[in-house]
């Protein structure tokens, strides 16, 4: 069967500064949480590889751009590091920074590819992580003049922004698992951060909208089904807090510029809610967005605690599900994460249903395998397994826009096999290989399915 997408139908990838750009502390840019970790605890990354070795996109932005033009790119997203473009988060703009994204936006326009720009993707600037991160409102008001700057510098050629990837992760990462610098584990602070999050968002739409900008802005939101192990009322109830705590924390705020009610009632009965200001509510209800970034890589299954929760514990998510691994699931074993392509629909049936439908595109789906070069035929990856999950997601999202979906676009991540934080270079996700020691990059397979299925704007499978 021809499974065809509708004209104009955005196709690309996406990647962020921090995973591409190298010169982590070159070209005048200020340190992120990121280097300072690696620098304190290299162990906690992969083979101890540390952010300053990337695919060096600083020196070989045109070739890489010059590569997305031979992958049919019509669109491509990266981030805007913020420590690059203010070095110190707050003071003087760094000016080898400006030269360098005007170079770029103004090369990738020149070969026709729209440039999708995210403004915050998990890369805080040092000294704004030493004055409290997002648990400090000065840090809010920071982010939200680094937007103003970003829309009055560039805004005259980037015509879709993001104000944040996965706004979550952080949070997660940072303050409740363990797996993001500053590795806190305390929730009420956690709240704070996500909170202040919506807040910095809130503000940077407001400034954007204020200032008559061209295009739109958006954001991108890492959006995990919560699928219930059955359909018994305590599985049910136990989803629908996942799905509270994990998608509608910053679904709802985006979309209706408001929280759920019954999120904000539960955190209130366990005393965990942040701390608020008066106004807080009638900024975040101006943040609603023109256009979401649907980021999906794996679903999240859920069933009932089976076990009373220890009162003396910290307060956790898990306080009010757990964790079901569902047998016979798919499941990628290098990243541990399950395969089940009909989320990407679910997402898309709920958006349709209960979000008014909005204008979204699917900004990062994907898959990271490990030894990629055990499939080197005739000098290239092939990487059948990804054109697989790539097209079996795509079915489903043809079926859900057949359905009446404005989903308009899908971007894979990632374009070249990038710099994966805690992973380094574990996984590889990419639809050119790069060779670490030399910098060389070679089309895998996927990426000449890829092409051809953005030039011919469908693609065939049975
Ligand atoms: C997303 C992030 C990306 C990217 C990707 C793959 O959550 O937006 O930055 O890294 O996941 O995940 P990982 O690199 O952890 O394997």
């Known amino acids: 069967m021809k499974y065809s997408f509708p004209d104009n139908f955005w196709w690309g990838s996406a990647s962020s500064a921090l995973q591409t750009e190298g010169e982590s502390q070159g070209g005048g840019k200020g340190l992120t949480t990121w280097d300072h970790w690696f620098a304190n605890e290299p162990n906690r990354f992969h083979q101890g590889v540390g952010p300053q070795d990337t695919s060096t996109f600083c020196q070989n932005w045109k070739a890489d751009i010059q590569l997305l033009k031979q992958l049919n790119h019509n669109s491509f997203r990266t981030s805007i590091s913020w420590a690059r473009l203010i070095p110190d988060g707050v003071g003087e703009v760094n000016p080898q920074a400006v030269d360098f994204y005007n170079q ?22 040092m000294a704004m992580q030493e004055i409290g991160g997002w648990e400090n409102r000065d840090v809010v008001a920071a982010y939200s003049r680094y937007a103003q700057i970003c829309f009055e510098l560039f805004g005259d050629r980037v015509l879709h922004w993001f104000t944040f990837n996965e706004p979550i992760v952080p949070v997660e990462g940072g303050y409740l698992y363990d797996f993001h610098y500053p590795n806190v584990v305390d929730f009420r602070r956690a709240a704070t951060v996500a909170y202040n999050t919506v807040l910095a968002h809130a503000q940077a739409v407001r400034a954007f909208r204020a200032g008559h900008f061209p295009g739109e802005i958006g954001i991108v939101l890492n959006l995990t089904p919560s699928y219930p192990r059955s359909q018994n009322p305590q599985d049910v109830k136990a989803a629908h807090y996942a799905d509270l705590m994990f998608n509608r924390s910053f679904l709802d705020p985006v979309l209706r510029g408001e929280y759920p009610a019954d999120l904000v009632a539960l955190l209130k009965s366990y005393e965990q809610l942040p701390a608020c200001q008066p106004d807080d509510s009638a900024v ?41 691994e569902m047998p016979g699931r798919k499941m990628n074993p290098y990243r541990g994460w399950e395969i089940y392509e009909p989320g990407i629909y679910d997402i898309l049936v709920n958006l349709r249903e209960n979000y008014g439908n909005p204008r979204c595109f699917i900004s990062e789906n994907g898959m990271g395998v490990e030894n990629e070069q055990r499939f080197i035929e005739n000098g290239q990856i092939n990487d059948q397994y990804r054109i697989d999950f790539i097209s079996e997601h795509l079915k489903w999202v043809h079926k859900g826009i057949s359905e009446g979906s404005n989903c308009l676009g899908y971007h894979m991540w990632t374009f070249i096999d990038n710099w994966s934080w805690c992973n380094a270079y574990k996984n590889r996700y990419g639809f050119i290989q790069l060779d670490l020691a030399t910098q060389k990059r070679t089309i895998k397979k996927s990426g000449e399915w890829f092409a051809a299925t953005s030039l011919n704007n469908s693609f065939d499978k049975e």
């Open 104 to 125: 770029v936006f103004d090369e990738l326009l020149e070969q026709g590819i729209t440039p999708f720009i995210t403004l915050f993707h998990f890369d805080m600037p």
């Open 284 to 324: 975040i209800a101006e943040g609603t967005i023109d256009l979401l970034g649907i980021n999906y890589y794996q679903p999240r299954r859920v069933k009932c605690r089976d076990s009373a929760v220890n009162p003396k514990a910290p307060f956790m998510p898990e306080w009010f599900f757990d964790n079901y």
